[in-house]
């Protein structure tokens, strides 16, 4: 059982360049969510879905888009970086429904530096 | 909105012994969950212990117990006979009912002294 994966786990960009962060989770959990962490600081909101088909913004959405076309995949998109995305990103899943509800999930993280 | 404290930047303790890391947090929600996570080294988010705001009976997992003071709006994590393992930074969180969006403090950061 692998759990949320993410890829890649390290990425260095230019400015104005685009990318995706992939995140997939074998769970068959409902939600899933993109956080980052900049140094000291606590994780923050980016984006979330609470199934496929379905995604809203969280705390701090801008610069970033997502979406959900499978229950399994939530890829997270920087149209064209900036040196604030500098960031740490997780990505994390979890159920809905059930005694196993708000137990989120954490990928291991991509480090991402924009120069 | 909701935001979440955590005071103390940096705690030691000597190994085999306690430690209390603080936490307070503001909602406005009556129903809402608590979750304390451990990070170490490696980056890995870890679940530590959560926290249904409804049940008055602290959350126990092993060594791991909590202070849950809902009408402070306060929720300490204690770590009982400390392990080298330990050594990590911890990151209160607050989840509202339903919404399943967490709300993190700065982080604590748990050295253990042997």
Redesign the interface.
């Given at each position: 059982n692998a759990g949320v994966t993410q890829t890649p786990k390290f990425q260095v960009l230019k400015t104005g360049q685009s990318m995706t962060l992939q995140c997939a989770q074998d769970m068959n959990h409902e939600?899933m969510?993109w956080?980052r962490q900049d140094p000291?600081?606590?994780?923050?909101?980016i984006h979330?879905s609470?199934g496929a088909g379905i995604t809203d913004q969280?705390?701090v959405p801008n610069g970033y888009n997502v979406s959900r076309s499978t229950t399994e995949d939530f890829p997270l998109r920087l149209l064209s970086a900036a040196p604030s995305q500098t960031s740490?990103y997780?990505c994390?899943s979890?159920y809905?429904t059930g005694a196993a509800?708000?137990?989120?999930y954490?990928g291991?993280?991509t480090?991402l530096s924009v120069l | 909105a909701q935001t979440v404290t955590q005071s103390q930047p940096e705690m030691s303790v000597q190994e085999a012994e306690t430690v209390t890391l603080s936490c307070t947090y503001d909602t406005s929600e009556s129903d809402y969950y608590l979750f304390w996570y451990k990070q170490p080294p490696s980056r890995q988010m870890i679940l530590v212990i959560r926290q249904e705001a409804y049940k008055q009976q602290n959350a126990t997992e092993n060594r791991f117990s909590v202070n849950f003071q809902k009408a402070a709006k306060s929720f300490s994590l204690k770590i009982s006979d400390s392990q080298l393992g330990d050594a990590a930074m911890y990151f209160c969180a607050v989840e509202i009912q339903g919404a399943q969006k967490l709300v993190f403090g700065q982080g604590t950061r748990l050295t253990i002294n042997p």
């Open positions: 939600y969510s956080y000291g600081m606590g994780l923050r909101l979330y609470v969280g705390e740490v997780f994390a979890s809905t509800k708000n137990i989120q954490f291991a993280g480090r | -």
